[in-house]
């Protein structure tokens, strides 16, 4: 196996074992939501229902005044869910404040928006932690990567907030963050009105509701042999997976030009897992002026393992205006063989 090849499984293995030290926190947030939309529905129906069932007549009803100044009172405390709004939330919430008259079925269904709004807030603050540290670990190790096979010591910038804004805010397979995350909340939020809608109209007691609401949330479990999933669950993983791939790739270009490298090799890890795609881009060298991601840079596609390498075919004729020279002598500086760790400390980076 040669250095680089080495390098790109070391690669792909640190971003997937950021990606899945953050399941258990990203399951948490989902089974905390799926109590919390229960709870509602059960205490809608211990408020209206008659032999356990509840009418669509009866869900549509108005809410009486007291009812009403309690609901208002909840809009109130929505207010900061508004603020930070992933979707039309904050529309919703205040369309409704100015309403004189809701029904119990409107209520009920901001409710459950509110707290699918809290849910997926949460799923784009950690996909958005998890993608900063990917992408600053990934950028390091790079740059210590290139160092340690060139023997060339060089001058860089520090990770930078812009740099990592800029990674967080460019859509990756077609979206954002935000955008997908508002995909997922609209497409809960209409499963969980389909739902609740035909228990009313069939007259189905609020056990059915927690029955489907797990069906759509579903499972995520890692294992020897990786993440497996269903439902919402699943898509939140695969949304930090990709997200997170496309960090690792965008780091390792970032420290190919910081380093003042020319041209990278796509590096496939090849394996039964491994795409056409990525098989047919494999060994292929562009350059790094003109990279474009899912073209000729990975990733490639949705849950992409490909990664690159710097490509310098003469080592002993590579040069860069980055190489570091010592003040006395005028010669480039060799680094030494270290580990990480220690490189890390001098570049001041031992932190990130």
Not at 96 to 103: F, G, V, W, Y
Not at 154 to 173: D, G, N, Y
């Amino acid at each position: 196996m040669t250095y680089w090849e080495q390098r790109a499984i070391d690669s792909v293995g640190r971003m997937e074992s950021a990606v899945s030290g953050a399941v258990p926190e990203l399951v948490q947030s989902f089974e905390k939501a799926k109590q919390s939309l229960t709870n509602e529905v059960y205490s809608f129906y211990g408020k209206y229902a008659k032999e356990n069932s509840v009418t669509l007549a009866q869900a549509q009803k108005a809410l009486n005044f007291a009812e009403l100044r309690e609901f208002k009172s909840d809009l109130q405390a929505f207010e900061q869910l508004a603020r930070e709004s992933i979707g039309t939330f904050n529309l919703q919430v205040s369309n409704l404040s100015k309403q004189a008259r809701i029904t119990r079925l409107q209520a009920l269904e901001t409710q459950c928006d509110a707290i699918l709004q809290k849910l997926y807030q949460e799923q784009k603050r950690l996909a958005e932690r998890t993608t900063a540290q990917v992408y600053t670990q990934q950028y390091y190790r790079r740059l210590f990567d290139i160092e340690q096979y060139t023997g060339f010591q060089f001058h860089f910038s520090q990770v930078s907030m812009v740099a990592i804004e800029q990674v967080l805010k460019t859509p990756v397979m077609g979206a954002d963050i935000s955008t997908r995350l508002w995909r997922q909340d609209i497409d809960t939020g209409f499963k969980i009105r389909q739902t609740l809608n035909e228990m009313f109209i069939t007259g189905r007691p609020p056990q059915d509701f927690a029955e489907e609401l797990q069906q759509a949330i579903g499972a995520v479990r890692v294992g020897k042999d990786g993440v497996k999933g269903t439902g919402k669950k699943y898509e939140a993983y695969r949304l930090l997976y990709n997200e997170s791939s496309y960090a690792s790739g965008q780091a390792d270009l970032d420290a190919y030009r910081a380093d003042g490298l020319e041209e990278y090799e796509i590096v496939a890890t090849l394996d039964m897992r491994t795409s056409e795609i990525c098989r047919e881009q494999d060994s292929k060298h562009y350059s790094v002026s003109e990279a474009v991601t899912g073209v000729n840079f990975p990733p490639f596609h949705v849950n992409c393992r490909t990664t690159t390498a710097p490509y310098i075919p003469n080592l002993k004729d590579f040069k860069s205006t980055r190489i570091a020279r010592d003040t006395k002598t005028g010669k480039s500086v060799r680094v030494p063989s270290m580990t990480y760790k220690e490189w890390a400390k001098t570049k001041g980076a031992s932190k990130k």
